[in-house]
């Protein structure tokens, strides 16, 4: 398993460029299975959670092709038979968000296997709220032996109201209701930019949509869609992490190809915390922190609250800031993995059910720590980047499932990070402190 070596110190000086986004391409894929024509997505981030998906489309009967060299950013979905409509748990063990075929399954193909996902490192992770909604637009909906077994003649649309916002809940609903017969009004909706990235694809195809990005959304269905060509929107969370690795490391550092609009509540938390922070021009961001940062705290909360996407990587900065943050963590039930292991290199955190008390500034030291899944990986990189000396991450696989090359790119900008293949002989006993899934799924 690869590793990460990381010597901190140096502050990132320069320009760093962010891919697509993770979240909008893994819906935008799915909607491919609600045409017989050709999608073409352009901006897709190389990452493995965008590989899991083309391997779960290709085994339902798609053809997924993605251009090689400069291009390797466009990928073209067929889904003109689909011969397998399942999803098999050997797939979405490795990636909840396979859930977001259930809904084009249903409606393309009146029928769907998809097997439950199970938790994951940060929470149980249910689906009720999409078997509720796909019910109620007369889905029939049984489970057994782990799996959905999903069957409609057309689905109807109905008014659902989503008794949580759930993100994917309301992707995997608007999929099912663009081709569904009649109108469908959906509130309480997640208003995320993702939402927003997969209603323009949906469009773009001849869907009929009013309101996304809004908590309400109407759909018209109609009787078929067509093949459409999109570019999805610059991933704001890699955008997020990499503004606090610019102020974490004292830097002075511009992150490109981003959209300032999607980041609003970290842009503010960031100059509370003391940091200089100006927009330059309409896809760019640059960061300068002071010697000395301010404690912030931050309450996560869905879109265009604070992103629980950001929460560990800001926790990462607030181990550096003068004061008490109180760090208080909303939409998941344990999403402080990265806790223990920012402890390990000095930190100074106490945690009290779902809020994390974190006082600075807190001098880190180089440690061994261990990956637990995504965003809490990125949050030992950042601690990693100001910590005295050299540190080793473990299971960097988690970070390779939403970052694409991200010690190329940090790197570009002054990072002494290296990825190391195994440099020591596997260590077979898992640290008592690591309850994270041997199959990371999140
Ligand atoms: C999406 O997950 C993102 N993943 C997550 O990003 C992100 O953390 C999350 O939204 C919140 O913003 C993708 O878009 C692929 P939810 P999702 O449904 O949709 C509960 C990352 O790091 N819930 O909005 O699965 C749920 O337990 C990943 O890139 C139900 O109870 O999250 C949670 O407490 C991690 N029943 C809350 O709602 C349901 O049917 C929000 O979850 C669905 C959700």
Known sequence: MDKFVIRGGNPLVGTIRVSGAKNSALPCMAAAILTEEEVTLENIPQVRDIETERKLLASMGAVVGQREGSARDRMTISCR???????????????????????????????????????????????????????????????????????????????????KITVTGTEDLLMAAVLAEGETLMENCAREPEVTDLAALLTAMGAR??????????????????GATYRINPDRIEAGTFLIAGAITRGDLTVANCDPSHLGAVLNKLKEAGARVESVGSDAVRVQAPERLRAADISTEEYPGFPTDMQAQYMALATQAEGTSQVRENIFENRFMHVQELVRM?????????????????????????????????????????????????????????????????????????????????????????????APTA
Do not use: W
């Not at 940060?122 to 078997?131: A, F, K, T, V």
């Not at 949509?209 to 067509?226: D, F, M, N, P």
């Open 81 to 163: 038979s689909l011969s397998d409509p399942v999803a098999r748990y050997e797939i979405v063990k490795t990636m909840r968000a396979s859930s977001l075929v259930l809904g084009p399954l249903i409606a393309r193909a009146g029928v769907a296997r998809v097997a439950m996902p199970g938790g994951c490192a940060i929470g149980g992770r249910p689906i009720d709220l999409h078997i509720k909604g796909l019910e109620k637009m007369g889905a029939n909906i049984t489970q057994q032996h782990g799996y959905l077994e999903a069957r409609a003649e057309r689905l109807q649309g109905a008014h659902l109201v989503f008794d």
């Open 209 to 226: 949509i009013e309101g996304a990005g809004t908590a309400v959304i109407r759909v018209k269905g109609v009787s078929s869609l067509h």
């Open 346 to 438: 000095g930190a100074n955190i106490k945690v009290d059910g779902s809020t994390a008390t974190v006082r600075g500034p807190s001098p880190l030291s180089a440690a061994a720590v261990m990956c637990s899944d995504l965003r809490a990986s990125a949050s030992l990189v950042l601690a990693a980047l100001v910590a005295d000396g050299e540190s080793i991450l473990d299971r960097v696989y988690h970070m390779d499932r939403g970052y694409e090359r991200i010690e190329e790119k940090l790197q570009s900008v002054g990072a002494q990070i290296q990825r190391m293949g195994d440099i020591f002989p596997p260590v077979n006993m898992r640290r008592a402190t690591d309850n994270s899934p041997v």
